[in-house]
Structure formats: C-alpha cells, structure tokens
C-alpha cells in the first residue's frame, strides 16, 4: 500500500486506488448479505474462512471483511504549510484484500498436512449435530418434521474424485450460509456457545469443537471446487452455496432437482484435484476416519464395498459328458465353486468409544489393556496404566502406560522423538508426532492418550512449544507418570520392576542428568548393585537403611563389571568395617550420581577419589605415621615426578601396599575411560587429569617398610628405584587405570619374575644346561658319543 506522505486532493487519491488499495468510507463496501439478491443464485465476496457451521443461537448479520480479522482503519492527515485556511478533515480508509490470495495464505499456513482436511469437515458435522441436539431440548419442534438419525455419512467416487460428507445436522438458511461462509474467520460454534453462555443455559457438557471459523476452508487443500447443499429445520427451502479455491467470489442458489433434497442437514461435496484424486479411495477414508475421528461423538458411517461367499452351478464339460457315454443314465450330482458376490453398503467406522472419558472405577484392567493393545498396536499388556483426570487451571484427560518391553532397543535413549502420546483436542485426533513438548526424552517410553479442552483445534508444533497451556500439562502428565513408575516398584511382584529396570533404568539415570526438578522422584526409582548384594540390586532406601549410625555419607565406586568392583584396592577398609559400597557398573552411573549429589540429605562419596574420610580418624597416630614415612613419600615423588600430583598415606588400604586414586575433582578411572572412548576426545584435558593423580601408600605392608629402610639407608640405589617405578605401574592397573606402555610394563614383570625365581625348580643338570650355566663339553663328548660309536663299529 502506497503512503500518502504530503497533500493530494481527493481526485487525485482516489486515481491512485488501484495501485494502493485504498476505499474512502463514503463509498463502503457492499455486505455479503447485501450483494444477495433475491434471484436464486446471489454473487458476494469470497469468505475468508469459517469453523462449525453456523451459528443459531439469534438473528444472523451478514458480515463482510470490515468485521473480518483482517479489517482495520488508518488515519492519514495533511499538514498546511504556512496557509491561513484551517486544515481540511481527516478521511477515513479501510484496508482491502486479495481475497483468494489471502485465503490460500491461511488455509496453508495453518494446515502443513492435506490429510487433515477431512478431520476438520467431520468436527464441523459434529458441532451441527450437538447444535441440533442441545437446541431440541428447549424447541423440539426442530426434530419433528423429520424423523431422521443423529450421524454423519461419508460416501466418495474414487474414479471421478470426488467426496461427499453429509450430517443431519442443524443445517443453515440462506442469511447463515452468508453469514458463516461467506467471512473468513466467522466462527458459528463460537457464536453460538457466547449466545449459551450469556443465556446461561448451558452447563459443561457441550462437546462442541470449533473456535476459529477456519476448519471449512480445509476442504481447499485437496478441493478445487466445493458445494455445499443444507436445509434448515427453521427454513423450508434448501440452499447450495458453491466456491472455488482460485476465485474471488461464490455463488448461492436454491436447491430445485427433487432427487437431490435432504430432510435436514448439510451435505459437502468436494471436487478434488487431480494430484489429490487419492483421498476419494474408500479405504484411504476409512483410514482417515479411524486414525483422527475415531472418538466423535457421533456415529460416522462409510460407503464401503462389501462382499460375500455363495455357491453357483459350474456347466459340465461336454469332452466329460461325451467320455462318461449315453448309457449312464444315473442321476450325477451338480457341480457348483464358491464365488464372492460384491456389493456396496454403510458401514460404521467409529466403534471403539473413549474410555478416558468413562469414571475410571468403572473400567476395568482389561478394558484398558484391550485399549492399550488396540491403540498403539501391542501385543503385551502394560506393567501399569495411569488413568487421571487434571481440573483448575488446565483441564484434560490421560491414560498413561509403561510398556512390557521397550519398542526402542535398550540402547536407544536420546530419541525423544516418538509416537507414543496421542493428542486429542475434544476427542479429535491431532497429532503423536512430538520432539519433547509433552514429555521429556528419558521419559519417552511412556506411552499414552491426552485429552485437552484448552487447546486449539489447529495446533501446530510452535504453539505446542510456546503455549502455557503445554508446559502445565507437562508438568502434570510427568508427576503422573513417575507416580505409576512408583507404584510398579512398591508392587508386592519384584520381578514386575526387575522387568521394568532392565528395559527402562537407563532412561531413569538420563532423567538425574537432565532434569534437576525430579530429582526427588527419580532417587526412590533407581537401583545399583553393592558390596553386600552382588547379586540382586537394591534401591537407595534399602541403602539408606542399612546405614551405620556413625556414616554420614553413601560411598559408591564406578567400574567395568561387578567383579572389578568388588576387587578394587579401594574397597579394603571399608569392607573391614562392614559399611556398604555401591557399585555402578554402567557407563551413564557415575555422571548420573554426580548430578543427583545427594540422597535424604547424604551425600555421595566417590571411594575412589583422595581425601577419603571413614570417621575413624586418629590425629595422633597420623601424626606419628607422617614423621615416620614423610620422608619416603617425598622421596617416591621426586622419583614419579609429574606422574602424580603428590604421595600421601592412605587410611583406605589394608592388604594392598599402594593405590592410586583420583584428585577430588579429576576424572575417575572409570570417567577416564568413558573419555578416551569418546569420538570428540579432548587429549588436552586427559592429560590435565593425569596430573591430579595421588599415590597412597599402606605403611603397614611390608614392601612399604622395606621400601621406607631403602630411603634412610640408600636413596640411590637402582633396584629400589625400580621398584617405585614397578610398585607404580602395579597400582595404575589395580586401580583401573590403562598403563600407557603395557610392553614396558610386561618386561619390568618378567624381569622381576626370573629374579624372584632364579632356577628355583630346576636340578643341578639342567642349571648347568641353562643358559650360563658351567659345563665341560670334551668330557660329555665321551662319555656320551663314544659308546655310541662303539655300538655302530660292533654292527
């Protein structure tokens, strides 16, 4: 649109209408209802997009785009310059529109899937229907004069494309149809329920659906033409109404061919086109019909070719007949072969009813595990099912389920994107395709149906993101879901939730590492193998439980397998005094303990990490400890250098001579080797960790004291430096540490070995055989050769 920046007389605004789209309001706009005439057929301005289909709750007004969304007002002035004469008026403007332009903008900004279509045509029949059925209960007249079923019938020409949905339904009158099909975004169900409201005649038991005025409009994703034929019970004439997708204009007449009355109703027929000559196929609207209206609360009936067995006469073959002779009189029995007769007929779609909807005391565990199988395609029934109704703020309906088995492969965890929730908006389908909005990913197993009366019909995936709405469900539907988690653990059957930690624990573990807020929902869930259970898991209570009364803190120690766990250097003392470790054997347990921090206010402790407290220390004879072995461990530190950060004695050792431990805050042995593992690795942070290593050591075994003698005695000597270095190595693997040159360390063993045993089983003959060994070869020559030689000459 053109601004208008300086002064123009109104001859001159008015030449530029064309280019700027531009009206004087002198000269306003014909009503829709205004360029009716009283012919049969009546021309307005293309509507611009209409849920439900009308409202008849009072007088209709024709309205045209002025009352419209996209109506609005602008205020140009001009400005005298240096002119005695008072400034002229104000004029007034109103915006005008493309209408086919801006009609294709909607529709295909607000539907990115065709299939839809015939979800929002089927809402819109249901709304006539409930219309109808909540204004018999005041004026019941309305359903007198025909006799005819509340339903919805949907019958289709695969070979020509074309679709007809028909309802008996509340139906329209001429001024209606202007009114709710001739404006975009005219909502009739809106109407009508502000007329209920305001009268207050109406409770929450209306099931109606549409809000927006744009689900009509849908049919022009696949239509290129649409008719539309609807009688009245309050009118005795029926009108068509007739549009197409690229026209600026539709047309109204009134129904004259007999053979094309209906008693009451609406009947839509879509003209699709040819790249969507598809949806016409009966099967394709049967699929349609189940997967997004399959709870409306209307029967829904589809024209579906049917077909039936019988059997009919086969002629005899005359070769047969000729072979068998003249002479065989005998009465031989007819031959007949089963054919299938084909034939059309109704048939109904929409059985299955929605449970969710049901008082959940009177649905029984069958009922739900019969639904559960049916709906997501299962052949197990659930290890539980939640069925919730959440009022107040937000209101909508659940069944959650845990699966049996998980449909994702153990393994796959960070897939939040699944179809396991099921999105109603009053009971019409709209979407399972979600990427975390409902739930999150760890919970991504969970499977179930929701129900909302607060969102919009046309939900998209951003509305789903940005909407309060969402995010209050989510919290709701997530508490519900642990709550059902919890019952299956506190279930009297263990194995039920041995069955659900196999298939589900690592997506509990992914939830303390992502979700801080439940942290206190997901600690009771979770289950680790320890040091008095090596066998059979156990829960952080029955931990918390077993607690000495002088621990203050949960010890856990991270590795590879239980039996590495258990046979760690680390575990020694705390064995002795019988306080219980955890082990956490998978690779996600130790980032998942990390970020729980605690439990019941204790906290974690990583056993294998320095400055290990047991509240059992004893200050004096630390002190006498250190006098006595701070030399050697200073000693040993100038020896391994930057291989550890420092040499200390250790409080956590008992048979072991050494160990080596982490820095409190560097990497375990366990971290270190997830890390190395990685595919991104950052080699400068390895070797940062490397340095935070201490080396303990256990002044109580012997090669500890040897090795304090060899200190005071001979700080130089090379085999006890070598035995540092091997005493070192030693403690890296036993530590579960990766040596970084394994063949060096395999030669400093092998050498130790052959020292340590050095002919230890051989006899004198075959030491002096060895390599090395004293031996005089003329006097073995003879006496062994000889007598050989003898023996030969004799032969």
Not at 179 to 191: E, M, Y
Request: hydrophobic residues 35%.
């Amino acid at each position: 649109m053109h601004r208008l920046s300086s002064r123009r007389s109104v001859s001159a605004l008015l030449r530029l209408r064309g280019a700027a789209g531009c009206r004087p309001s002198a000269t306003a706009a014909p009503t829709a209802a205004n360029a009716t005439t009283e012919n049969d057929i009546g021309v307005g301005q293309y509507p611009a997009v209409s849920r439900g289909w009308c409202n008849i709750a009072g007088p209709s007004h024709s309205l045209n785009l002025k009352s419209s969304l996209l109506s609005g007002r602008r205020y140009e002035s001009t400005v005298a310059a240096n002119d005695a004469s008072p400034p002229p008026s104000a004029e007034k403007y109103e915006y005008q529109a493309e209408v086919s332009r801006l009609m294709d903008l909607i529709v295909n900004s607000l539907y990115s899937n065709k299939e839809v279509f015939l979800r929002e045509l089927i809402s819109n029949a249901s709304d006539a229907l409930d219309k109808l059925r909540f204004l018999s209960v005041t004026e019941p007249q309305i359903l007198k004069d025909a006799a005819v079923d509340l339903d919805i019938r949907i019958q289709s020409d695969k070979d020509n494309g074309i679709i007809s949905i028909t309802d008996t339904g509340i139906g329209m009158t001429r001024e209606e149809l202007v009114d709710c099909l001739g404006t975009i975004a005219q909502s009739g169900t809106a109407k009508f329920l502000k007329a209920v409201k305001e009268s207050k005649e109406a409770g929450s038991d209306s099931n109606l659906i549409g809000q927006f005025g744009v689900g009509f409009y849908s049919s022009f994703l696949v239509a290129e033409r649409v008719v539309v034929s609807t009688k009245s019970p309050k009118s005795d004439k029926q009108y068509v109404w007739e549009g197409e997708a690229n026209s600026g204009s539709y047309s109204i007449r009134e129904e004259t061919d007999p053979d094309k009355l209906i008693p009451r109703g609406t009947r839509l027929t879509l003209f699709l086109k040819n790249d969507d000559k598809g949806f016409a196929h009966p099967e394709r609207i049967e699929k349609l019909v189940k997967n997004y209206s399959q709870f409306v609360s209307f029967p829904i009936y589809t024209w579906q070719e049917k077909g039936y067995t019988k059997e009919v006469e086969v002629d005899d073959d005359p070769a047969e007949a000729k072979q068998e002779g003249e002479d065989d009189k005998a009465e031989r029995k007819k031959k007949t072969k089963k054919v299938v007769e084909k034939y059309w007929d109704w048939e109904l779609t929409n059985e299955t009813q929605p449970i969710w909807l049901r008082n959940p005391k009177e649905v029984s565990t069958e009922e739900y595990n019969e639904f559960y199988r049916k709906t997501f395609n299962e052949y197990l029934d659930p290890l539980a099912s939640s069925h919730f109704t959440t009022e107040g703020e937000v209101e909508f309906r659940s069944i959650l389920y845990v699966p049996a088995v998980s449909s994702m492969g153990k393994e796959d965890i960070a897939n939040p994107k699944t179809k396991n929730i099921r999105l109603y908006v009053k009971r019409v389908f709209i979407s399972d395709d979600f990427d975390g909005e409902l739930f999150p990913r760890y919970l991504s197993f969970v499977k179930g149906v929701v129900d909302s009366n607060d969102l919009p019909l046309n939900v998209s995936r951003e509305i789903l993101q940005e909407s309060r709405i969402v995010r209050i469900m989510r919290k709701r539907l997530v508490r519900k879901a642990f709550d059902m988690i919890l019952g299956i653990s506190l279930s009297e059957n263990r194995e039920d939730y041995e069955k659900f930690w196999e298939n589900y624990g690592k997506h509990l573990k992914l939830g303390c590492i992502e979700d801080r807020e439940n942290h206190k929902r997901i600690g009771p869930l979770l289950r680790f193998f320890s040091s008095q259970s090596e066998h059979e898991m156990i829960s952080l209570d029955e931990y918390v439980e077993n607690m000495k009364p002088e621990q203050k803190d949960i010890y856990y120690v991270a590795a590879d397998s239980v039996t590495s766990a258990k046979n760690a250097p680390f575990l020694e003392k705390l064995v002795e005094k019988d306080l219980e470790v955890l082990f956490l054997v998978d690779p996600i347990d130790e980032v998942a303990v990390q970020n729980l921090k605690s439990y019941k206010e204790k906290n974690f402790v990583d056993i294998s990490k320095e400055d290990l407290d047991l509240g059992d220390k004893d200050e004096e004879k630390e002190k006498v400890t250190k006098q006595e072995f701070g030399q050697t461990c200073d000693w040993m530190k100038r020896r391994l250098g930057d291989k550890v950060a420092s040499v200390q004695i250790s409080n956590r050792l008992s048979s072991s001579p050494c160990v080596l431990v982490s820095g409190k805050f560097g990497w375990s042995a366990n971290m270190e080797r997830l890390m190395k593992a990685q595919t991104v690795g950052d080699t400068s942070s390895l070797e940062f960790m490397r340095r935070r290593r201490v080396f303990e050591i256990n002044p109580d075994h012997p090669i500890i004291k040897n090795l304090n003698a060899a200190c005071r005695n001979s700080p130089d000597d090379e085999d006890a430096l070598r035995a540092i270095d091997l005493l070192y190595d030693a403690a890296l693997v036993s530590s579960g540490f990766t040596p970084d040159n394994p063949a060096q360390l395999g030669g400093k063993i092998y050498e130790m070995m052959g020292m340590a045993l050095s002919g230890k089983w051989l006899s004198a003959v075959e030491v002096q055989s060895a390599p090395g060994g004293s031996q005089t070869p003329g006097t073995l020559e003879a006496e062994i050769v000889e007598p050989v030689q003898a023996a030969d000459s004799q032969k």
